[in-house]
């Protein structure tokens, strides 16, 4: 088990997201279902799984492993063989939360809750649900929608004025 985790675990370190399991799915395939060791293996396999996809922004299926390895790996100690789980688990827990949020649409409200209060205006849209979505996890979804569709909008407003007075 040792060295088929030790090999994983480099693997990623070098930035081998997905291919880390590799060093560990035959092993993990060996093992009795429902040990510690069968489920963190399973953890793992399914933790790498998900930075891969969301690497490549494949939000449903980084978000659905996210949650499937942290149910792997929640009853194992914070420290299991050696591994902060318990900094993989917050990991997961995240990632399972938030994945998906357009980061384009995020600096661009930020941008634009900056501006507002430069000008005085800090009860904007902007300052407002950028304060929201900081604020209250459990709303994120509705407020980055709402946050999006003001982003939009105003730069469609910026578009629309661009170039008309030179």
Known sequence: MDAHLRAGVAIYNAGGHHAAH?????????????????????????????VYHARNRNWSGATGLADSACEYLVDLPAGYREVNVREVRAYLSVLGAEAGYDESVAERAIEYARADLDDGRSESPFVTLLFDFVRKPGNRGIVFQRLSEHTGRRADREADIEGLFE
């Open 22 to 50: 590799d060093a560990w799915e035959d092993h993990w395939l060996g093992l009795e279902p429902g040990t510690d060791d069968e489920r963190f293996l399973h953890g793992l396999i399914q933790f790498t799984a998900a």
